[in-house]
């Protein structure tokens, strides 16, 4: 997975009744665009640091 600065991270949810999240890329921590990602998430606003797994995938900013 690679993103960039503005890409979207979105992370399905993987129990029945969890919601998608969506959060907006706002620093990398390799300059490659390989995780870990330094996130903002559209729900709530809360940053934080995330090393996506196989149910999220990346949407170009």
Known sequence: MNAQ???????KG??????TRVGVVTALRHPDGTPPYEVRWLDDGHS???FPGPEAHVERG
């Open 5 to 11: 600065v503005g890409d979207r991270i979105v992370v």
């Open 14 to 19: 993987v129990h029945v009744g969890d919601a």
């Open 48 to 50: 934080g640091l995330i």
